[in-house]
């Protein structure tokens, strides 16, 4: 039987449906209106970015917020750079692939840069066999403002296609540190109904009972 | 102005202080009571964990669902070895870390093996220059499932304290897989009303400020 204690954790019926839609209806955006975000809102997605869980709360991450329009521009060269150099690796899927949008960083209403912190050696809890545990926390930290955002109504897409090295130069990374997203967040005209690169064919998602095995690894 | 589409974007207030509240709440918890979990909830879990956002939609998770209680206890023992391995490497904290509890896989009503997929070497689509992302990916997804345990009123914890290959060997884990988290999910009688590591004084967080920078990076 269940204690008083017990029924108290859990959500009521709505609050739980609302951090499953969420969840479900998330995207990662690549199509943004440029109007800008309310200061009060990007305060609370940062915060919700903040109280992430952490390996040996080490608190791994910082954010850099652009708000130069060079800075900006500039970053969004370097991920052209890369977008391009991408799109010759991915050989007969190339033209396909430079059809996709894949970012959003001159339209988006704020760009936020993630970066791991340098001067995480020192950190051994849960990272002694697992070092990028910490990049794992900085990705709970986004999963956490993109899930905060579209509760907000706002879009957030993680871009990935970046040299770190080139971005570090421009953003004064110190040796140590690494960039990990860029982070395009705004408002948006309408989040896709299903992932961007589904309704663009480029990939087909498996269902979950693909993923799932029980006490040992099966092969698929 | 905004448009109704937009407003229309946004979810109510109840639902997006919902979403808030279950980001807050949340913890990486090591306490748990051993009642089972009712599968239903299980199931929605899972399904929460599969709506990650994942690097070009490569769906790079796979769960191992540990139902026989001779691997729950290897499973254990793998974790203990570590734990006394990261206790010897953080020398004069070495007493004070062995008292905390650091995991509850014995105790913990379902015990989920997360590892990354083999044959993720093909994926290139967001991950030519940062090829962990596919890590990040399942960091979001242990990040939904975390969230919404929480809105069930059930606590998770994830361990990252084992020896991969150890692990790997256990659950025959291919070439190229690999383990990186234990989760261990379940009741609880209470969740820690601050993380848990920082209710011990095993170190303090810092203030949202101390991350935040503009435009480049400043030494802190």
Chains 1, 2 share one sequence.
Not at 102 to 113: F, K, Q, R, S, Y
Not at 125 to 143: E, H, K, N, W, Y
Not at 148 to 177: K, M, N, Q, T, Y
Request: net charge negative; with cysteine; proline share 5%.
């Amino acid at each position: 039987m269940k204690n008083t204690k017990e029924i108290e954790h859990r959500f009521n019926e709505p609050d739980r449906e609302a951090v499953y839609r969420a969840i479900k209806l998330r995207r990662d955006m690549r199509h943004f209106k440029t109007d800008p975000v309310p200061p009060e809102i990007l305060e609370r997605l940062l915060l919700a970015f903040h109280q992430a869980p952490n390996v040996g709360l080490m608190q791994p991450w910082r954010i850099i917020r652009i708000t130069e329009n060079d800075i900006r521009n500039k970053i969004s060269v370097i991920v052209e750079e890369e977008r391009k150099k991408t799109a010759k690796a991915l050989n007969e899927r190339q033209k396909e692939f430079l059809q996709l949008k894949v970012e959003g960083i001159l339209d988006c209403g704020e760009l936020l840069i993630v970066a791991l912190a340098d001067d995480r050696e020192k950190h051994i809890f849960g990272r002694r066999t697992l070092p990028d545990m910490d990049l794992a926390s900085v990705a709970c930290a986004i999963q956490n403002m993109w899930l905060a955002a579209r509760a907000e109504g706002l879009g957030l897409g993680w871009v990935s296609l970046f040299d770190p090295d080139v971005l570090s130069e421009l953003l004064e990374i110190p040796e140590g540190g690494e960039p990990v997203a860029i982070l395009c967040l705004g408002h948006v005209e309408a989040f896709y109904s299903a992932p961007m690169l589904e309704e663009k064919n480029w990939v087909k998602g498996m269902p979950l009972e693909k993923i799932m095995f029980e006490n040992k690894w099966q092969k698929t």
